[in-house]
C-alpha cells in the first residue's frame, strides 16, 4: 500500500512480512507508524481502548491491501503474557514490539491523584517492560526481534510538573539501555524514540501553552517515519531534532545549567499555564 510519507528502500526491507503488537496505534504517532509499518508490508496487530478507532484504521489498512488485527485492551489493567498470546493468536509470532501508548499530567504533584500515579507508572514503563519480558524468550529463541520504544525528550532530562510522566520515561530509557546491552548477540534489537512536542490528541489542551512559550511541534506522520528509519538502522537512543541533541549535549557538557534551564521553564508554566487553568482533574 501507499504510505503517509516516504521511506527509504532500507526502512521498507526492514519491516516488510514483519508482525508487528503495536500499542497506542488509535491516535497520533501509533496511528502513523501504523500506516508506515503496512506501507512495508508489516501486518499489524492494533492495541488500544478504543476498539471504533481500531476498527476503522483496520479498515483503512485493509482497503489498502495490508492485514491487520484489533486487539483492544486497557494497558493499566491488561496481563502482558495474555495480550502478547492473543496477538500470537491473531497474527501468529510477534517479530516487533512497537510501545506507543502512554498518558502525563502537566501539573503539581499534590494534584495528581495517587491512583492516576499509579496507573500512569503502570502504562508507560511497567507494561512496556512487561511486554518486552513476555517476547524476549520467544524472540530469543527464533534469534531474532525488535523492541521499539517511544519515550519523551523527558525521559533523558528533568522537567517540572511533569513529574510522574518524566519518572516513566527515566524507567523505561534505562531500562532498555539495560537491555540492550543484556541482549547482545541474541540478534534482538531495541530503539528508543525521544520526540519533544508532536502536534497529537495528547498535548492538543496545551496549546496556548506552547504558543505562548515558542515551544514548536513536530508531525505525528514525520515522528513515525524517523522512528522507522531509525529503528530499521538498529539505533538505540534516538533523539528527534537538533535543538534536542543539542539541550542534551549542553545538559552534559554544562550540567551547572540544568537548574537555571529548568527554572526558566517552570516560570513559563506557571504564567501561561497554572495562571489560566485550574488544577489537573483528580482521577
Ligand atoms: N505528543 C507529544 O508531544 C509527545 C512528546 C513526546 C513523547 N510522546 C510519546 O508518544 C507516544 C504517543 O503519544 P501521542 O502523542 O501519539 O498521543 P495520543 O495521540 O494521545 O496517543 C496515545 C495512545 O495511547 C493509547 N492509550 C492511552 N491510554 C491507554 C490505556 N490505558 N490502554 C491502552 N492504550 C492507551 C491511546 O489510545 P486509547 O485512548 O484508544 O486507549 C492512544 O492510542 C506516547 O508514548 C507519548 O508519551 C508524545
Known amino acids: 500500500m501507499a504510505g503517509p510519507f516516504p521511506l ?9 512480512s514483519k508482525r508487528v503488537l503495536l500499542t497506542g496505534a488509535s491516535s497520533g504517532i501509533g496511528e502513523q507508524l501504523a500506516l508506515g509499518l503496512a506501507s512495508c508490508g508489516a501486518r499489524l496487530v492494533l492495541v488500544a481502548r478504543r476498539k471504533p478507532l481500531l476498527l476503522s484504521l483496520q479498515k483503512r489498512l485493509s482497503a489498502a491491501g495490508a492485514r491487520a ?3 483492544p485492551a486497557d494497558l493499566v489493567k491488561a496481563d502482558a503474557e495474555t495480550l502478547v498470546r492473543k496477538a500470537e493468536a491473531l497474527g501468529g509470532p510477534i517479530d516487533v ?4 501508548a ?7 504533584l499534590e494534584d495528581i491523584a495517587p491512583k492516576r500515579l499509579e496507573d500512569t507508572v503502570r502504562l508507560n514503563a511497567t507494561f512496556p517492560m512487561l511486554a518486552t519480558r513476555a517476547l524476549v524468550p520467544r524472540m530469543k529463541k527464533r534469534g531474532s526481534g525488535q523492541f521499539i520504544h517511544i519515550a519523551s525528550l523527558v525521559g533523558l532530562q528533568p522537567m517540572p510538573y511533569y513529574q510522574v510522566y518524566a519518572a516513566t520515561k527515566h524507567a523505561l530509557t534505562a531500562f532498555c539501555k539495560s537491555l540492550d546491552i543484556e ?7 531495541t530503539t528508543v524514540i525521544f520526540p519533544t512536542g508532536v502536534r497529537t490528541p495528547m498535548v492538543a489542551h496545551l496549546e496556548e501553552l506552547s504558543r505562548k512559550s515558542g515551544m514548536s511541534f513536530l508531525e505525528p506522520a514525520e515522528v513515525a517515519r524517523r522512528t522507522l528509519e531509525a529503528a530499521a538502522r538498529g539505533r538505540l537512543l534516538v533523539p528527534l531534532g537538533i535543538l534536542e541533541r543539542l539541550l542534551i ?7 551547572f545549567l540544568e537548574r537555571p534551564a529548568m527554572r526558566l521553564i517552570k516560570r513559563n508554566i506557571d504564567t501561561h499555564h497554572f495562571n489560566r487553568t485550574a488544577p489537573a482533574e483528580r482521577a
Open 8 to 16: 527509504s528502500p532500507l526502512a521498507r526491507r526492514a519491516f516488510a
Open 69 to 71: 488485527w484489533v486487539l
Open 97 to 100: 514490539l512497537v510501545s506507543c
Open 102 to 108: 502512554a498518558f502525563f499530567d502537566l501539573a503539581r
Open 183 to 189: 541482549l547482545a548477540g541474541t540478534g534482538i534489537r
Open 249 to 255: 549535549q549542553a545538559g552534559r557538557t554544562f550540567p
